[in-house]
């Protein structure tokens, strides 16, 4: 396990503030963990225990088989002590400095090379990151992109044993966005120390994670890789704080174990799934099925029979969206399609929706 963490802090009201109470047992074994949660949740005082800056009240917190914090025998490894590579949300890059010297200084921090090492893995550093023509620039005479790319470079000078980064894209356009997981892609190559990711930002979760922790109000709901954390959330909480799926009420009216096929009755209509083990006939529940899965087959009418797994939806509301046209059903139903389709159906008020039995996630209450 490389990283594995049990964390509890309590913070006491403040300042109009509640109380809080972090509590989490981080275990991870992949390149990248993202803590994936609504703001307040406690990601980055997670982050900040694990990089010295807070010392939880109980818990323990190994990385790769080193011991940074052990509550019972009061060890606590100070933040330089642990040689963890951290980047703020705002980058924090010494204002007075140049970027070279930025480097410098946390080249510096380290005793363990020597002076020439120091100066070669700068300069190698600066190359990597396309800053060698930036090298002599403050940050306020940087782009965005630019922080961002200067303040990777100085979280690598000392080779850290983990790395930390705090919604590092936050603030970014959708360009410089993509250009900074190109530069994560690059140091994934350069750093083998696993990395942990904040961030509220569900595409910036999928683009990035390996494995996916779920937060809320101090706590994790839901931890795992990263397809199995999307493809079967815990609950109906879970699945309704992603905010990708439709949920819709549903009963077992069939098992077929032999036919390996369970009968589902979904708003009146029959939908048919894999087997469901361990389940009864007539046990209540919710099937999610993703937005992105969830298929608009064609105009109806009202009378027109549904077949299959299908449902007849009217047709609440029809914007635009980046992947074309989002269109809002009855029952809280959301589906997207491309503008040639939509064109198509443009102007009716019921719609079919069709959801492939490999797509649909049934969790019982």
């Not at 980047?87 to 924090?92: L, S, V």
């Not at 010297?101 to 380290?110: K, V």
């Not at 029959?270 to 389940?279: D, T």
Request: charged share 25%; proline share 6%; with cysteine.
């Amino acid at each position: 396990m490389r990283i594995d963490a049990r964390l509890i802090k309590r913070l006491p009201p403040s300042g109009g503030s509640d109380a809080f109470e972090l509590n989490v047992h981080l275990k991870s074994d992949a390149d990248v963990t993202v803590l994936l949660g609504p703001s307040g949740a406690g990601k980055t005082l997670t982050l900040n225990c694990l990089g010295g800056f807070a010392t939880p009240d109980e818990g323990r917190i190994l990385v790769n088989d080193e011991l940074y914090f052990d509550a019972p025998t009061k060890l606590h490894l100070r933040p330089q002590q642990r040689r963890c590579g951290y980047i703020f949300q705002d980058h924090a890059l010494f204002p007075h400095m140049t970027v070279r010297e930025n480097l410098r200084f946390a080249a510096n921090a380290s005793r363990g090379n020597s002076g020439l090492n120091r100066h070669r893995r700068i300069a190698d550093l600066l190359e990597a990151f396309e800053l060698s023509d930036l090298a002599g620039r403050k940050p306020a005479q940087l782009s965005g992109g630019q922080k961002q790319r200067a303040a990777l470079a100085r979280m690598l000078v000392n080779e850290p044993k983990l790395l930390l980064l705090d919604e590092p894209t936050r603030g970014l356009d959708m360009r410089l966005r993509q250009n900074f997981y190109e530069l994560l892609r690059k140091l994934r190559q350069r750093s083998e120390a696993p990395m942990v990711l904040v961030t509220h930002d569900l595409e910036e979760c999928m683009e990035l994670a390996g494995h996916v922790c779920l937060m809320e109000a101090g706590r994790f709901t839901q931890c795992g890789p990263r397809e199995r954390v999307f493809a079967r959330p815990a609950s109906i909480e879970v699945a309704r704080s992603l905010g990708i799926y439709n949920i819709l009420p549903a009963s077992i009216d069939a098992l077929d174990p032999g036919r390996d096929i369970s009968r589902l009755g979904v708003l009146g209509r029959p939908w048919e799934i894999s087997y469901l083990p361990g389940r009864l006939i007539g046990d209540q529940g919710y099937v999610y099925v993703r937005q992105s899965e969830t298929k608009v087959i064609a105009p109806a009418e009202p009378a027109a029979p549904p077949s299959g797994n299908q449902l007849l939806l009217r047709v609440e509301s029809a914007t635009q969206s980046l992947r074309g046209v989002r269109i809002q059903f009855e029952h809280a139903v959301i589906a997207e399609i491309s503008e040639a389709d939509y064109a198509v159906c443009r102007g009716s008020d019921w719609l079919k929706v069709e959801a492939p039995a490999a797509a649909i996630y049934f969790v019982g209450k």
